[in-house]
Nanobody, 122 residues
Framework: QVQLVESGGGLVQPGGSLRLACAAS????????MGWYRRAPGKQRELVAT???????NYADSVKGRFTISRDNAKNTVYLQMGSLKPEDTAVYSC????????????????WGQGTQVTVSS
């Protein structure tokens, strides 16, 4: 099996920065694309950013130039560096793995972490 655990959320003032981390644990072989999503109160979950195993990235227009996604495949960890934070960035941020490969069983698809709260407020 595989488990995704997010960390790094918290309360930050507008204009501030936070770095989220999502660590994958378990007896898996590799993970393909990983992503960060967020859900604000009263809104649907939305894509924030994704990164392939090769390092290709994709961002929502609302975070381009402010957020940076990266991953350390050796540590099975994906990061989201968030800067110039705005109150509208307030949400629960969740990590997602698109496909997890194992040596001795079939793949798992669409694996999610439990989420971490980010609150941007003065």
């Amino acid at each position: 099996q595989v488990q995704l655990v997010e960390s790094g959320g918290g309360l930050v003032q507008p204009g501030g920065s936070l770095r989220l981390a999502c660590a994958a644990s378990g007896s898996f072989f590799s993970i393909s694309t990983m992503g960060w999503y967020r859900r604000a109160p009263g809104k649907q979950r939305e894509l924030v950013a994704t990164i392939t195993s090769g390092g290709n990235t994709n961002y929502a227009d609302s975070v381009k130039g402010r957020f940076t996604i990266s991953r350390d495949n050796a540590k099975n960890t994906v990061y989201l560096q968030m800067g110039s934070l705005k109150p509208e960035d307030t949400a629960v941020y969740s990590c997602q793995a698109d496909r997890v490969l194992f040596l001795h069983r079939g793949p798992l698809h669409d694996v999610w972490g439990q989420g971490t709260q980010v609150t941007v407020s003065s």
